[in-house]
């Protein structure tokens, strides 16, 4: 132990960048350090490659006028959709492990200007997830053209890739937000799945009946995304929805519900 | 140095911590005393930033902790050894740590090694003991060498080796300059190792003192003595003492008389004594005493009744 006492602190001259490029490293140690995060990479991995060999079979037996425009890089489009599921589940368990755990204790002693740590842990669960599936997407689209050679794999096609990369930034950051406000994995995934998943099909094949239902199914942030993941393959739960409108829909949500979460870390007490 | 101000904080009806002000200074362990329920986590909590004061402020080395660009260089703290990622390893816990701190990643083993986790360091929490994460919680303290530590209850689980390596590692720090402030409900630790003690109550300051002063504020001294006489000393001793209480057959407790004095007028009236001897006031008699009317919760001894087997009772 040595009897160096810490220089003070107005010698330090460390400035907000480098705490906060400090704190992102810290938040990647974070997901990495611990098993679940390799779990939840392989069930990622698993589903998207998984639909992309199954998309690639039905591809190869022929859709005929049903196949889409994007060739196999729609086919890794699909399958990265499936992935998104789990996708979003990492991103709340990454979210919500602190508060869960009491980890949140250290956390803030080692971080404690917490408008640092919320801006830390969004961008690196967000770039960490989104650049993880896109080369998910990426194998899933060449495995799709191995399967299904008549499948092509133009770079015309290339954008499909930011539009993919596009909405799983949305729907992560919706996911980390609604973590950061519930501070409850159970709770939040509840919260995320319905939004993402159920209430969009549920309100999709109600509002076949009711105009209600899919009037409120345009509200819906899971609409905007699988307009822009399906639209073109699968089919949207709103086609009468444009492009435009869905980006902007799960824009509107997924900033509210980071400013929600967010304003949720920056005033209440660490664990309560 | 540890700063606190009005510090206050109200959860809807209840009062955890009201208008708390004293100082920790350097070079000394300040022990934080109370009852269950006193306040003194909390504190410690708005001292450390997690939690947010309803009024007044706590300052560390004269700002506040979540100003602190590189916290802990400047301060250290063990306030909960249960709340860590169980998934982890002890290692990668401490690295998270020094990653965020900019400190060498070579410090962490220091630390290691320091607080005597060693091989344990490459296993996951969650298959530690409570005295292996307190040595873990102890170590992300010391990490950044800081000049101020905060310790809540820093001997729960430890081995008595533990508990002797605490009190020396916390002794060791104040001899070198260091504020260390340390909550403990085990009185005689803390008569060992504190010079000063702050005893809260229900959220408000009771005493803010050291040692000798806390075990001089108590009753005036008192000497016990034993003699087959007992009844003959204690009229020798009556015109002067302040009271005489018996104790036991044989013995006597005087108050308000020194061990010498009892044994001169003893020996005047020609009484043998078989035991002379000033009672020595324990931290914890002194510490039941400043708290009794601050206790919140109190647990009760069931009744003592006749034991009757049933077929007896029948």
Known sequence: ??????????????????????????????????????????????VVLGFATILGFDARSGWGEDAPEGGSWALGQVAGTFGMFVLVAFALVAATADHGTGGIVPTLQWTPRRGVLLAARATVVVLTTTGFCLLLVLAASLLARLIAPDFGLAAEDLGVLAEVAGVYVGVTLLSVAIGLATRNTAGGLMAVIGL???????????????????????????????????????GSPAPQLSTEYAWGLLGVWAVGALALGGLRMLRADADR | MISVRGLTKQYGEVRAVDDLTFDVEAGKVTGFLGPNGAGKSTTMRMVMGLDRPT????????????????????????????????????????????????IPLARVEEVIDQVGLGGAAKRRIKGYSLGMRQRLGIAAALLGDPGVLLFDEPVNGLDLDGVRWIRALLRGFADEGRTVLVSSHLMSEMQLIADRVIVIGRGRLIADTDIEAMLRGLDAQRVRVRSPRADALAEALTPRASSIDRTGPDELEVAGLPAHEIGDAAHRVGVPLHHLAEVQHSLEHAYLRLTE???????????????????AAR
């Open chain 2, 55 to 102: 009024a007044g402020e706590a300052l560390v080395n004269g700002r506040p902790y979540r100003e602190l660009a590189t916290p802990i260089t400047q301060v250290g703290a063990l306030l909960d050894a249960a709340a860590m990622h169980p998934g982890r390893t002890g290692r990668a816990h401490l690295r998270i740590g020094a990653r965020t701190n900019g």
């Open chain 1, 1 to 46: 132990m040595t009897t160096t006492l810490a220089a003070p602190e107005t010698t330090r001259t460390d400035n907000l960048g480098t705490v906060l490029l400090r704190t992102c490293r810290a938040e990647w140690a974070r997901i990495w350090s611990v098993r679940s995060s390799w779990a939840f990479a392989l069930a990622i991995g698993v």
């Open chain 1, 196 to 234: 993402i998943l159920v209430l969009p099909l549920m309100l999709a094949i109600l509002g076949q009946a009711f105009d209600w239902a899919r009037d409120l199914g345009e509200l819906v942030p899971g609409t905007g995304a699988l307009h822009l993941m399906f639209d073109e393959t699968l």
């Open chain 2, 293 to 311: 009317d601050s206790v919140d919760y109190h647990g009760h001894t069931p009744a003592q009744e006749p034991a009757t087997l049933d077929g």
